[in-house]
């Protein structure tokens, strides 16, 4: 296994990890089944939610966030089109996630930014790739 395949694999590993960090922490302070802040940064938006599953939310963004980046690696790796579209989810999953620390995606501006990347990622389907190449080891770029 190449340096580039033990980053990948790193990388899915922690962004599975991330994913039961609230269970983690329920285990260890149960208590925290009954902590409930407004942690929202929009001064309009508020909610009480349950920490946890706060928690719980945020670790499966930043896991989706890994995942986008990922398929961006590996996507540069085998076709300069599967990596702009890689690149494309990326951009979307980290703006999704500061929608939602911002006010939990409830604003009309989050959801056209769903539909530009959406239009986006469509439109580079049909980009022309001009990088046409057998691989031979995807290791080894």
């Not at 398929?71 to 085998?78: R, V």
């Amino acid at each position: 296994m190449n340096n580039f395949s033990i980053k990948i694999s790193i990388l899915l590993i922690v962004g599975l990890a991330i994913c039961d960090l609230h269970s983690l922490i329920w285990k260890l302070w149960p208590q925290t089944e009954f902590i409930q802040y407004d942690l929202f940064l929009s001064p309009r938006f508020h909610l009480k939610m349950n920490v946890l599953w706060y928690i719980y939310e945020l670790a499966n963004m930043l896991n989706k966030i890994i995942w986008c980046y990922v398929l961006a690696s590996i996507g540069g790796k085998i076709s300069i089109k599967l990596f702009w579209v890689g690149i494309t989810f990326l951009l979307y999953q980290i703006t999704q996630f500061f929608f939602y620390l911002w006010d939990r995606n409830t604003s009309f501006t989050s959801n056209v930014v769903v539909y530009c990347f959406i239009g986006v990622a469509f439109l580079e389907i049909f980009i022309p790739e001009k990088r046409l190449a057998k691989i031979r080891r995807i290791d080894g770029i």
